[in-house]
């Protein structure tokens, strides 16, 4: 059983950065491919950004493209997603999630984490 924890959100105004953090346990994080997801209040939960068990591989969402960048480090068991020039439209609970192959499909992920808010204000 994978035990995913996301760190690193918070509210910052438009045009500002946040990094999160999603640190994994309880599995061989190298087996994983990655990825985020977010959900906006009565919102469906929608696909951010995916990336390959070895990190070659990156999947992003339209809306993100050009700002947002996602990368690994499996010897520290660690995604990480860096988000620059945030919009109010960006604002969500943000969860990471595990799943055996890169896939955008929320229902195709195995593990998720707990979510960690991210609000931009204008």
């Known amino acids: 059983q994978v035990q995913l924890v996301e760190s690193g959100g918070g509210s910052v105004q438009a045009g500002g950065s946040l990094r999160l953090s999603c640190a994994a346990s309880?599995?061989?994080?190298?087996?994983?491919?990655m990825g985020w997801f977010r959900q906006a209040p009565g919102k469906e939960r929608e696909f951010v950004v995916h990336?390959?068990?070895?990190?070659?591989?990156?999947l992003y969402a339209d809306s993100v493209k050009g700002r947002f960048t996602i990368s690994r480090d499996n010897a520290k068991n660690t995604v990480y997603l860096q988000m620059n020039s945030l919009r109010p439209e960006d604002t969500a609970v943000y969860y990471c999630?595990?799943?055996?192959?890169?896939?955008?499909?929320?229902?195709?992920?195995?593990?998720w984490g707990q979510g960690t808010q991210v609000t931009v204000s204008s």
């Open positions: 999630a595990a799943s055996r192959v890169i896939t955008p499909i929320a229902r195709d992920n195995d593990y």
């Open positions: 309880g599995g061989t994080f190298g087996n994983y491919a």
């Open positions: 990336i390959s068990r070895s990190g070659g591989t990156t």
